[in-house]
């Protein structure tokens, strides 16, 4: 099976800045083992940012939180890869005396240019693309200034495609950070059914300034039919809330098929009456 798709690590990572100094680190790319050719990488800084409340990607808008941008050098933003051939591209981030202090988000966006095909005399050129998020934080007075907007559980699903929701805002200078949890158990038995030895059921999601994120998280695991008991905690800038319910699943088939069972016993039942009638 053909695999050119490349690796790269960590894909996000938060550092700690000081005015006038500077910062060296890295990211890790790799052409996988199993990879048909040479990988051919380019590595670009870009603005990062988020658009709308479910935070999709914003990679060329910038602000007064993707500064950093301009502070950020590349070593080495070229080279080849062999398959399973790993290397590290280093960066160095040169902080200014008169940055602002709080948040600064930047992505190192690594490129591949070079697969180009003809297709019917056509030329055409497969880019493949990631992009490893630095959460940069310049110190300095914080502002925190967050809440939690709302969070909901719902009660009942035709399927056991079910997920909780909470939406945070943040207006101050920092990253801050939501951490949830949720626990589910058979409302009839007792048994757990989240966290598992390989789901813990606890999450940590980045609020950046001056924006709205909902957070969506799906329930594994759920029975097709049945009732569980779910609790959904939320902890964000010192506040804390606890959601419980019961939630009810159950499928459109098995609603027809009871509308069709209790439909036959009121049939049955009528017509003994009107038979008892007759008789009398």
Known sequence: MRNDMFLITPMNQKVYLNRGEEYRGSIRVVNPAEATRDFHYRVDVAPY?????????????????TQIVDWITIENNEGVLAPNEVR???????VPEDAIVGAQTAALVVRQEDDEKA?????????????SI?????????????SI??????GFSTTPDVAVTASFDNHGNVFEEAE???VVKNALSGEVILPT???????TEIVMPDTTRKVTRKIDDLPMLGVVHVEYQVKYNGEEMMMERDLVICPIWFMVMMAVVVGMIITTIVMLIKKY???A
């Open 49 to 65: 940012g988020v658009v709308g409340e479910g935070y999709d990607a914003d990679l060329t808008s910038e602000s007064q939180w």
């Open 88 to 94: 590290d591209v280093e960066f160095v981030i040169k």
């Open 119 to 131: 297709i019917d005399g056509v030329k055409v050129e497969n880019v493949f693309e990631m992009a």
């Open 134 to 146: 630095i959460y940069g934080q310049v110190l300095g007075i914080e502002e925190h200034d967050a």
């Open 149 to 154: 907007l709302a969070m909901d559980v719902p």
């Open 180 to 182: 949830t949890k949720i």
């Open 197 to 203: 030895s390989e789901a813990s059921g606890e999450y």
């Open 277 to 279: 009638h007759k008789k």
